[in-house]
């Protein structure tokens, strides 16, 4: 049997995420109801359901996180800074932004730089924290580094392992690299593949400090 205690705990490193393109207004009323239930720290919605998420929320803690540039971040710097003022004012308190992982590849850094720090400025000028989905199953272990330092010098809170849309989602091992790389205050936000509880446990063992996942439910429903 599950022990409640470890569950409230489990829960609150537990963003409740549905992003699938095909998703529907029922499905997120569901997840956003899971959510208080399970006290989870907050769901992860796309754009269009975040004044949805906010009705459903508003007398709880669960927290709205949504995503910018979702998911190949490689729209221009202006429209990811109005996607992040357009989520604020709908009722997001987190966002998860997609760098531009073109410009990356391209040696661009000045327009990599550019796009992360425009938008965690716009997050940080509405006390709204700001995760750098770097989309490290895309990345060689050099960019990895390299996506990494960029995040620090524009002080994103968080860097977030994948969008669950590249070629592989978090891994222990890019999770330990993560780590080990970035400062204690920036936190990790692990995703992509996350499907049952050990592996959530050794992604936070690992370093993750937040968990992305649409198996939430199942996950704490696991016998251990």
Request: proline share 0%; hydrophobic share 40%; with cysteine.
């Given at each position: 049997m599950n022990n409640p205690a470890e569950n409230r705990v489990l829960a609150?490193?537990?963003?409740?995420?549905?992003l699938r393109p095909d998703c529907t207004i029922e499905e997120i009323t569901s997840l956003c109801e899971q959510a208080i239930e399970q006290n989870f720290i907050a769901v992860c919605v796309p754009p269009y359901f975040v004044q949805?998420?906010?009705?459903?929320?508003?007398?709880?803690?669960?927290?709205?996180v949504t995503v910018v540039g979702f998911p190949f971040g490689y729209n221009i710097v202006s429209s990811k800074v109005e996607e992040?003022?357009?989520?604020?004012?709908?009722g997001a308190h987190e966002i998860d932004m997609v760098m531009n992982i073109a410009a990356l590849k391209s040696n661009d850094?000045?327009?990599?730089?550019n796009d992360i720090q425009s938008v965690v400025t716009a997050c940080h000028?509405?006390?709204?924290?700001?995760k750098v989905i770097i989309e490290t199953g895309n990345l060689t272990e050099d960019e990895l580094k390299l996506?990494?330092?960029v995040c620090v010098d524009c002080e994103a809170d968080?860097?977030?392992?994948?969008t669950g849309y590249g070629k592989s989602g978090a891994s222990i091992e890019v999770v330990k690299m993560m780590r080990k790389i970035l400062p204690a205050r920036i936190k990790i936000k692990a995703s992509g593949g996350i499907k049952n509880?050990?592996?959530?446990q050794e992604l936070i063992e690992a370093g993750a400090n937040r968990i992305g996942t649409s198996a939430g439910m199942s996950i704490l429903e696991e016998e251990v």
């Open positions: 609150q490193l537990i963003e409740h995420t549905l949805h998420a906010k009705k459903i929320l508003n007398s709880s803690t669960v927290k709205i992040v003022k357009k989520a604020i004012n709908s850094l000045s327009s990599l730089q000028l509405q006390n709204r924290i700001c996506a990494c330092k968080y860097v977030k392992t994948s509880r050990k592996f959530a």
